[in-house]
């Protein structure tokens, strides 16, 4: 069964700088996909970037981007020059399709918060 | 409409009682998916719609949730016999086509408690 594990409940960077959220996940499949979701007080999730597995080069949205590592099924997203408005709780997903289901199977997030 | 949208926004019943939560999809998108988020946890899958049926429903965690889509457009998830442990932050996402590689656009919830 495919799962995604994200082992850091907080992280906290500051404002200008660099951060890193981990993601590792399991899964049978060769070919899939894996996204970065992010989570506002507003509860509403907003895809933030995502990774289609048999693409070698590693996505990049501005200033988001992802170290895929498909052999140790690893998936983390970097945040560059942090802003205050990336505060947010950030979730990694994969998205399970095939037959008759189509769904996300996420981690339990991880609470980013950016000092001034 | 402009986004996926969400009634009521907050709701709180006792338990025991029934209640029925609505999501508006985004205008044409076929597809439509219900979540539960509990406190501290990422979204957890309950049911998802293609056009009018309910293609997987494997994640209702029991009969007391129901979840309908007569239209292919408005959805509503019922809750029966409401308990304290079914509080939580419902979610509903839509997305254009049945395809898990397209966005799934989200919307901002209902958080429901149960007293």
């Known amino acids: 069964a495919q799962t995604v594990t994200q082992s850091q409940p907080e992280m906290s960077v500051q404002e200008a700088e660099t951060v890193t959220l981990s993601c590792t996940y399991d899964t049978s499949e060769s070919d899939y996909y894996l996204f970065w979701y992010k989570q506002p007080p507003s509860r509403q999730m907003i895809l933030v970037i995502r990774q289609e597995a048999y693409k070698q080069q590693n996505a990049t949205e501005n200033r988001f981007s992802v170290n895929f590592q498909k052999a140790a099924k690893s998936f983390s997203l970097k945040i560059s020059d942090s802003q205050l408005g990336d505060a947010a709780m950030y979730f990694c997903?994969?998205?399970?399709?095939?037959?008759?289901?189509?769904?996300?199977?996420f981690g339990t997030g991880t609470l980013l918060a950016v000092q001034p | 409409g402009a986004g996926v949208s969400q009634t009521p926004s907050n709701k709180v019943t006792e338990k025991g009682k029934y209640v029925e939560l609505r999501c508006d999809p985004i205008?044409?998108?076929?597809?439509l998916y219900w979540y539960r988020q509990s406190l501290g946890q990422g979204p957890e899958f309950l049911i998802y719609f293609q056009g009018t049926g309910a293609a997987d429903d494997s994640g209702l965690p029991n009969d007391r949730f129901f979840a309908v889509r007569p239209e292919g457009s408005v959805s509503t998830l019922k809750i029966q016999r409401t308990e304290r442990g079914d509080s939580a932050v419902y979610l509903c996402a839509s997305s254009l086509a049945p395809d898990g590689r397209l966005e799934a656009f989200f919307g901002q919830g209902t958080r429901l408690t149960v007293v």
């Open positions: 997903a994969y998205p399970y399709y095939g037959g008759a289901t189509n769904k996300l199977i």
């Open positions: 205008s044409g998108h076929t597809a």
